[in-house]
T-cell receptor
């Protein structure tokens, strides 16, 4: 596709359940980012992949959160033992890594996660 | 880490007026400053960005200025239109993006 896509668009789960959120980046983009956006706030960085490896995972809030990108394209954000405080919009972005400052990041539409 | 402050939180203007949104950042190492527009239910869309080797950049009705000494940057929208109504986010980056809390811009016809 032409842009970043995310599935599902909405996910409702119960406290304690496991969820997976998927991101398809723009074709050819080597860098992929996950952000979390709470209501009325700006996106908050979670993790960044360069190719298959996590280059920076300093934003992951705790060990319940994990992300993978096994083939350097599609990425999955995994949340174990979900809590009500995990409810937010999870955004994915991708960029064509240039190695210099400020690679333009293109965002997907997000997945709205609601934990009941 | 980086901290980005954004003002105002809401801004109401009449169609045709100008709108200005201001941001400050804390980390002098930041060298990339994008602005995103987010409409309800959608992801942020890049509208303009500036890098630390320039002080001003313009694209049609949108301009951004950067003052690295004072660590602040601003978004200027001229001749506003109702379709400019959205939430606007500034961000600062050295390696990863840190966003401000957003400004809700309302343009009344």
């Amino acid at each position: 596709g032409a842009g970043v896509s995310q599935t599902p668009s909405n996910k409702v789960t119960e406290k304690g359940k496991y969820v997976e959120l998927r991101c398809d980046p723009i074709s050819g983009h080597t860098a992929l980012y996950w952000y979390r956006q709470s209501l009325g706030q700006g996106p908050e960085f979670l993790i960044y992949f360069q190719g298959t490896g996590a280059a920076d995972d300093s934003g992951l809030p705790n060990d319940r959160f994990f992300a993978v990108r096994p083939e350097g394209s599609v990425s999955t954000l995994k949340i174990q033992r979900t809590e009500r405080g995990d409810s937010a919009v999870y955004l994915c972005a991708s960029s064509s890594y240039s190695g210099g400052p400020g690679d333009t990041q293109y965002f997907g539409p997000g997945t709205r996660l609601t934990v009941l | 880490g980086e901290n980005v402050e954004q003002h105002p939180s809401t801004l109401s203007v009449q169609e045709g007026d100008s709108a200005v949104i201001k941001c400050t950042y804390s980390d002098s190492a930041s060298n990339y400053f994008p602005w995103y527009k987010q409409e309800l239910g959608k992801g942020p869309q890049l509208i303009i960005d500036i890098r630390s080797n320039v002080g001003e950049k313009k694209d049609q009705r949108i301009a951004v200025t950067l003052n690295k000494t004072a660590k602040h940057f601003s978004l200027h929208i001229t001749e506003t239109q109702p379709e400019d109504s959205a939430v606007y986010f500034c961000a600062a980056s050295y390696s990863t993006l840190t966003f401000g809390k957003g400004t809700m811009l309302l343009v009344s016809p």
